[in-house]
């Protein structure tokens, strides 16, 4: 038992408990709370995956920016009605558990009967060097340089567009 | 990061994928319909991490950057958009949003 297991199986337990927790909760800002939680766990696994830029996007921007605009929005909406829409139909939710149980048998089986994961050695330099800042730039400003420029005009295009959408007065 | 098995991680991302699953289909309210599609991004992004570090090259990574723009991109857009909705039903259930229900 050394160290790197102890924290991978409490970043774990963390995020699938807040993940489950975030589902049931009858209260849309309790959920968004413990959906931050399970972003935070997420970057703590990324770092002991030495993916060190990925986690520290991740709480920038998923923890910070994405949502807080969650939370506004849920400020801005009326939310009194939350609990009459928690679902009651109990054959909905039988039939979406089963499904979800289902895809999750099916994606066990794959990870583990047909996986060409053990032959997979792991290599430790390699991944903490694959996962530095430095090498994520160099990549992402030389071979990716296209989609990077798409990305930023996506977001241009996002930004306008939220705006006009969100406008009082929508023609 | 070696002492951990691969699998234990693909097994974590698949289990909040199926979360974020049940969620969609469970949940009435879009917004939070909508945090339980960004948990499913954040499973998908736990999976390409896993891979690219066991392999130890950085391109999983980039797409994680590329998958976390448009995650941002689409949550931005979709909010507006169920902003909108509210200003004309004055709800945010989905089920009372069938209007294109056939």
């Known amino acids: 038992m050394n160290i790197q ?10 995020a699938a408990v807040t993940s489950v927790m975030m589902v049931t909760r009858k209260n849309a800002v309790i959920s968004a709370v413990f959906l931050v939680l399970n972003f935070f766990s997420l970057a703590g696994l990324y770092l002991l995956l030495n993916a060190q830029f990925i986690a520290v996007v991740q709480v ?13 929005v849920l400020m ?14 109990k054959g909905i939710k039988f039939f979406a558990v089963l499904v979800s149980v289902f895809v999750f048998i099916e994606l066990a089986y794959l990870i ?27 990549q992402l400003y030389t071979n990716y340089i296209i989609p990077f420029e798409v990305a930023g005009f ?16 929508f023609e | 990061m070696s002492s951990v098995p691969m699998e234990y991680y693909l097994i974590l991302s698949a289990f909040m994928f199926c979360v974020g699953v049940a969620g969609v ?12 599609i960004e948990l499913m991004l954040n499973s998908a992004n736990l999976t390409l991490v896993t891979f690219s570090s066991y392999l130890g090259n950085s391109i999983g990574q980039i ?11 689409e949550a931005a857009a979709g909010l507006a958009i ?21």
């Open chain 1, 5 to 14: 297991l102890i924290l991978f199986i409490v970043l774990a337990a963390v």
């Open chain 1, 60 to 72: 920038i921007v998923y923890a910070g920016a994405i949502m807080v605009l969650f939370l506004f």
């Open chain 1, 76 to 89: 801005l909406l009326n939310t009194e009605t939350e609990h009459k829409l928690f679902i009651d139909k």
């Open chain 1, 112 to 138: 583990f009967r047909g996986s060409p994961s053990r032959t997979l050695t792991p290599n430790e330099i390699a991944s903490v060097n694959s996962g530095t800042i430095q090498s994520i730039g160099q």
């Open chain 1, 154 to 169: 996506l977001l241009l295009a996002t930004t306008i567009g939220a705006m006009v959408l969100a406008k009082k007065k």
């Open chain 2, 25 to 36: 289909l469970i949940r009435r309210n879009a917004i939070i319909v909508f945090m339980c």
């Open chain 2, 63 to 73: 797409f994680v950057f590329f998958v976390m723009t448009v995650a941002a991109a």
């Open chain 2, 82 to 102: 169920i902003i909108a909705i509210f200003r004309n039903k004055k709800t945010v259930n989905i089920d009372e949003i069938n209007i294109f229900k056939w």
